[in-house]
């Protein structure tokens, strides 16, 4: 148990003695929460617990705080405890107590920040999912970082994850697709011929054609046109799956599955989820067109399932693929990962699965916003449809995986993104992934003078850290499996790296006011500790975010 929950439970006992002494009335009590107090010398932890509760119970939140210290236990993690106003409950932890914790993280090495939330529960995070029709864009990008190290941090709680990458190979965007293509191959051979209504624009899929048509001349004109619209689709799917895939292998993303939309098709399943939603009687005909009746299920509106011309729509694939999640493969929970473009599908979504006879909180989506990508003040300029956009592995080649997957997670997903292409280059201190590698880099520096001299730090007493620098770098190594659980508990990746600059902010600090390497062989011991402690919260934090630590700089 964390120190903080460990306080939640001792306040909650609190509140309970206090209502049997009759201090607090019989009122339904709040949730007990702790926070970290901005001002340190606010405590290391603080609970508006009285706040709260003086609010429903018409009390003074003063007096109630003060009522609800009296009742608390003495700890040995706690050097003081007390109330500040307006009734804040205030926690200081114990010098003696912290300097421990550099022990505890040494004995845990690479498993300390690992937690037991998850107790084997199977979760299946889908993300990417791009239809492959053409190359990955930074977009893209954005959504492979966010699920990649979700699903790491998701393990680190004890979670069993598994990644999938949904291949949309069927319906209408891939006849669209195999159209385009045709069209293009016909005019690589000389050929006058339009390309189609909706048509792929992008000069990547003259390329691809261009190439088909080196390989394979006039042999696809030889065959039905049907015949050839199929081959020639199926090719162009085939060589950009390839293409995604080594473009994702660059950024460091790996999937456990790659799942079909087409074999929803050739295995049955989508029929008989379709005829299980008719008997269920969420599904109504009009006008030869399918729909699912979610007005029923709270919706504004009913949505499409299957067209007049027979053809299904993404919804009703998606439908019949989450009852393969949950009722076929068996998962605890799904996590999709879906672009901005998505953000109307996730109600139906819910709706959808609900009817299905699936809990709708067990399915998480997370919506990943635009990425805007800059070079200082200018903006450039990208436009999908027209094929006139950057490149995920233009991006990655220019600025580097370690650049692209840090300034991806720096902010939640909901908030759209500007990524400086130029400040991602540079080799400065503004640049968080550089500053935070930097100081890794450090400690490895300071443990190699250390091997060199064969000083054999192990045997050090971690009491002898008495510096308020140091005791600042002990309390953000604590907050470590705070971070991982916050991460976890809420799906929000980004507090990673908000937590690896702010360890790197302070251990910088620490470097600069605390020799660590010094004639003083005992101190020199205990700092050691320290710097190894940090070394290892620090590799984990980076191999979580998939980032590297380097040794030298």
Known sequence: MMLKDKLAKLLE?????????????????????????????????????????????????????QNLVSLLPSLEEIEETWVAPPGFINFKLKKSWLAEQVEEILRLGEHYGDLD??????????????????????????????????????????????????????????????????????????????????AYQGGYLLELAQEIARERGDALLKTHPDEALDQIGQLGVQRFLELIKRDLELLGVRFDNWFSEKSLYESG????????????????????????????????????????????????????????????????????????DHQGHVPRMKAAVRALGIAPERL??????????????????????????VTLRELVEEVGVDACRFFFLSRSADSQMDFDLELAKRQAPENPVYYVQYAHARIAGILR???????????????????????????????????????????????????????????????????????????????????????IVLSKLLKLMGITAPEQM
């Open 269 to 340: 399943l989508f029929e008989r989820v379709m005829n299980l939603l008719m008997e269920e009687g969420w599904v109504e005909e009009k006008d030869g067109t399918l729909w699912f009746t979610s007005t029923e299920l709270g919706e504004d509106r009913d949505a499409v399932l299957v067209r007049s011309n027979e053809m299904p729509t993404y919804f009703a694939s998606d439908i019949a693929y989450h009852y393969n999640k949950f009722l076929e493969r068996g998962f605890d929970q799904v996590i999709d990962i879906w672009g901005a």
């Open 117 to 198: 939330l998850g107790k084997g529960k199977r979760v299946q995070v889908e993300f990417v999912s791009v239809n492959p029709t053409g190359p990955l864009h930074v977009g893209h990008g954005r959504g492979a970082v966010l699920g990649s190290t979700l699903s790491n941090i998701l393990q680190a709680c004890g979670f069993e994850v598994e990644r999938e990458y949904y291949i949309n190979d069927a319906g209408n965007q891939i006849l669209t697709f195999s159209r385009s293509l045709y069209s293009r191959y016909q005019q690589a051979l000389g050929l006058p011929a339009e390309l189609p209504p909706e």
């Open 13 to 65: 006992g609190a509140l309970s003695g206090a209502r049997q002494k009759g201090l607090i009335p019989q009122v339904a009590l709040p949730e007990v929460n702790l926070e970290h107090p901005q001002n340190p010398e606010h405590g290391d932890y603080a609970s508006p617990i009285a706040l709260k509760l003086g609010r429903s119970a018409g009390l003074d939140p003063y007096k109630i705080a």
């Open 364 to 389: 998480k989506v997370i919506i990943s916003q635009m990425v805007n990508l800059r070079r200082g003040e200018e903006e450039v300029k990208v436009s999908k449809r027209m094929g006139e956009f």
């Open 449 to 535: 003078l250390a091997r060199g001299r064969k000083i054999d730090y192990r045997r050090g007493d971690t009491s002898y850290l008495k510096e308020e620098a140091e005791f600042a770098l002990i309390s953000e190594l604590f907050l470590f499996p705070e971070v991982i659980e916050l991460a976890a508990m809420n799906l929000e990746p980004h507090h990673l790296p908000h937590y690896a600059q702010e360890l790197a902010t302070t251990f910088h600090n620490f470097y600069e006011r605390c020799r660590v390497v010094s004639q003083d062989e005992a101190l020199t011991w205990a700092r050691l500790k320290l710097v190894e402690a940090t070394r």
